[in-house]
């Protein structure tokens, strides 16, 4: 059975431009979920999308949007990217949701703003 | 104060020790506990998943939940060097919005 997959791996880009990211959750799972992780803040919740719809929502400013397809492959989109948005983003399937925290992570793209 | 709080270690120990790793909360509404494992560069593996108190084994891993004391433990039995790796602790639930809260996590480094 296939894990999850995101792309890119890694990416660089510049104050100001923006990015998309994308995850292919693991074959039946309706539930992809996204987070930040960083060395200052650790590992933190951005929004969680069920069956193509935003379910659960973290603390990150609007700038931060994602959106899910009906074939549940989600994408992650960072506008006017600041240099605090370097990180490593990380999405996570489920079957059911985080309300379970039963998760499959990817193994993230790594985002470095210059 | 962070509502999950994890020792960040490093934890250093030799190999065959057992490893004990916890973390404390403070929202009472936390109802289901998880254990991740992160190796350098990817991403965080499920371990361990508890629902409300109590002790769960697998293999060389033991998870304690003690909702009364608002703690988790998480214990490594026989540690090998490849359980180096970041430890880290998440809890959520029906009444705390279902929003999953990590701890920082706990870098541990089991020694040869």
């Known amino acids: 059975k296939a894990g999850v997959t995101q792309t890119p791996r890694y990416l660089i880009k510049t104050r100001g431009q923006q990015v998309t990211l994308s995850c292919s959750p693991i074959s039946g799972h309706r539930s992809v979920s996204w987070y930040q992780q960083t060395p200052g803040q650790g590992l933190q919740f951005l929004f969680e999308?069920?069956?193509?719809?935003?379910?659960n929502k973290g603390n990150f400013p609007g700038r931060f949007s994602g959106r899910q397809f009906s074939n549940s492959r989600s994408e992650m989109n960072v506008s006017t990217l600041e240099l605090g948005d370097s990180a490593l983003y990380l999405c996570a399937s489920s079957q059911s949701g985080i309300s379970t925290g039963e998760l499959f992570f990817g193994e993230g793209s790594r985002l470095t703003v210059l | 104060q962070k509502e999950v709080e994890q020792d960040p270690g490093p934890l250093s120990v030799p190999e065959g020790a057992i490893v004990s790793l916890n973390c404390t909360y403070s929202?009472?509404?936390?109802?289901?506990f998880m254990w991740y494992r992160q190796y350098s560069r990817k991403g965080p593996e499920l371990l361990m998943y508890t629902y409300s108190s109590g002790n769960k084994e697998d293999g060389r891993f033991t998870a304690q939940v003690d909702k009364s004391s608002k703690y988790i433990s998480l214990f490594i039995r026989d540690s090998q060097p490849s359980d180096s790796a970041t430890y880290l602790c998440a809890m959520t639930g029906t009444a705390a919005g279902n929003k999953l809260t990590f701890g920082g996590g706990t870098r541990v480094l089991v020694k040869p």
């Open positions: 929202n009472s509404a936390f109802q289901y």
């Open positions: 999308y069920f069956s193509e719809t935003q379910r």
